[in-house]
């Protein structure tokens, strides 16, 4: 019974007396099998008493009760919003896919209260915001028994409906501003446009332009300014990280017209990244992780802008739970002891 609120019965019957019934384990006598979860025909129950088979325990469903597959196809349907396909149930389970490239919305308490209806009805799903590509097999429904009652299966729809959908990236211009201080070598700026390319190949997003200007308030400011007027997205690599709102690349963005959204982050490697705005074109300070092609918290801002999921302060305050991301071997000293601004930089070698 599903969650104790009745649902299916189960009974050990002779072969001919299951005919129409679900066979709870698998049958197999002299050659003779029928599967868990198959019917029972007219056919099978003759071929198993023929060969012996005295009784096998099956499954009855009740008047009320919503087959398992046709219970996963409809919670599978309810759930499912733009940029998802769903594949056929089979043995209680519909899987759901990416139908595009993008990022995956999880509206989490939806999902959490799906899964509160009743032990018989589960849904699982890849982390919310996870960037996923088309084909990606993004969540699962399974239906635990035979079957579920029609009113959990209902309630269950009404909790879950619209909990996911797959924003697809959009194609968007970027703009790479890179500000230049004694010590930092072009071959470090070089490389951090060919990783930067690489980050925006999986979006569709093309680099358009690459700036270099002084790590100076006023030339960056003007180097924003007229980028504001090519680009989708604008992103600032500082030859120092950011260390305050006062800093060069805060600073620029501000005396440019645009503002600050929000500065630092509780994900690392990627505590200091800056997110801003100017003519509603969003401008990403980049932390110094970001030079390196390893998953960080740029990763995490990027993907969700180009995929036109808004990204304010309060979303990056929520990043905290699963943000302490793997350790960087390269780093000048570990997590544990000294707390430096270098160590926060996490700066690719």
Same mark, same amino acid.
């Given at each position: 019974?599903?969650?104790?609120?009745?649902?299916?019965?189960?009974?050990?019957l002779a072969?001919r007396?299951?005919?129409?019934?679900?066979?709870?384990?698998t049958?197999?006598?002299?050659?003779?099998?029928?599967k868990? !979860?198959?019917?029972?025909?007219?056919?099978?129950?003759?071929?198993?008493?023929?060969?012996?088979?005295?009784?096998?325990?099956?499954?009855?469903?009740?008047?009320?009760d919503v087959?398992?597959?046709?219970a996963?196809?409809?919670?599978?349907?309810?759930?499912?919003?733009?940029?998802?396909?769903i594949?056929?149930?089979?043995?209680?389970?519909?899987?759901?896919?990416?139908?595009?490239?993008g990022?995956?919305?999880?509206?989490?308490?939806?999902?959490?209260? +799906?899964?509160?209806?009743d032990?018989?009805? %589960?849904?699982a799903?890849?982390p919310a915001m996870k960037?996923?590509?088309?084909?990606?097999?993004?969540? %699962?429904?399974?239906?635990?028994?035979?079957?579920?009652p029609?009113?959990?299966?209902e309630?269950?729809?009404?909790?879950?409906a619209g909990?996911?959908?797959v924003?697809?990236?959009r194609?968007?211009r970027?703009?790479?501003? =890179?500000? +230049?201080?004694?010590g930092?070598k072009? =071959?470090?700026?070089?490389k %951090?446009?060919?990783?930067?390319v690489?980050?925006?190949?999986?979006?569709?997003?093309?680099?358009?332009?690459?700036?270099?200007?002084?790590?100076?308030p006023?030339?960056?400011?003007?180097?924003?300014?007229?980028?504001?007027?090519e680009?989708?997205?604008?992103?600032?690599? !500082?030859a120092?990280?950011?260390?305050?709102?006062?800093?060069?690349?805060?600073?620029? +963005?501000?005396?440019?017209?645009?503002e600050?959204?929000?500065?630092?982050?509780p994900?690392?490697?990627?505590n200091?990244?800056m997110? !801003?705005?100017?003519g509603?074109?969003?401008?990403i300070?980049?932390?110094?992780?970001a030079?390196?092609?390893r998953?960080?918290?740029?990763?995490?801002?990027?993907?969700r802008?180009?995929?036109?999921?808004?990204?304010?302060?309060?979303d990056?305050?929520?990043?905290?739970?699963g943000?302490?991301?793997?350790?960087?071997?390269?780093?000048p000293?570990?997590r544990? !002891?000294?707390?430096?601004?270098?160590?926060?930089?996490d700066?690719?070698?």
């Amino acid at each position: 019974a599903a969650g104790g609120e009745g649902g299916v019965k189960f009974e050990s019957l002779a072969p001919r007396a299951a005919v129409g019934a679900i066979v709870a384990h698998t049958a197999r006598i002299g050659g003779v099998s029928l599967k868990k !979860g198959a019917l029972v025909t007219p056919e099978a129950a003759e071929a198993l008493a023929a060969a012996g088979l005295e009784s096998l325990v099956v499954a009855r469903l009740e008047a009320d009760d919503v087959g398992e597959d046709e219970a996963a196809a409809a919670l599978a349907a309810a759930v499912a919003g733009e940029g998802i396909r769903i594949e056929r149930a089979f043995t209680g389970r519909a899987n759901l896919f990416a139908a595009r490239a993008g990022v995956l919305r999880a509206d989490v308490a939806r999902v959490d209260a +799906l899964n509160a209806v009743d032990e018989a009805i %589960t849904l699982a799903t890849l982390p919310a915001m996870k960037p996923v590509v088309e084909g990606e097999m993004i969540a %699962t429904v399974k239906i635990i028994p035979f079957a579920a009652p029609r009113a959990l299966v209902e309630r269950a729809i009404a909790a879950g409906a619209g909990a996911l959908a797959v924003a697809g990236y959009r194609p968007m211009r970027v703009i790479a501003i =890179s500000t +230049l201080a004694p010590g930092l070598k072009p =071959s470090v700026i070089d490389k %951090t446009m060919r990783v930067l390319v690489e980050r925006l190949a999986p979006t569709g997003a093309k680099l358009v332009g690459e700036r270099r200007v002084a790590h100076a308030p006023q030339a960056l400011a003007q180097a924003i300014a007229a980028a504001r007027e090519e680009a989708d997205l604008i992103i600032v690599f !500082g030859a120092s990280a950011i260390t305050d709102r006062r800093d060069v690349i805060p600073a620029a +963005l501000e005396a440019a017209g645009g503002e600050v959204a929000h500065f630092g982050m509780p994900v690392d490697p990627g505590n200091l990244l800056m997110i !801003g705005a100017i003519g509603g074109k969003p401008v990403i300070g980049a932390p110094g992780c970001a030079r390196s092609p390893r998953e960080n918290g740029f990763d995490w801002v990027l993907h969700r802008l180009i995929a036109g999921v808004p990204v304010g302060a309060a979303d990056i305050r929520g990043m905290g739970v699963g943000g302490l991301l793997m350790e960087i071997v390269s780093r000048p000293q570990p997590r544990e !002891g000294g707390d430096s601004h270098e160590d926060d930089d996490d700066r690719a070698p």
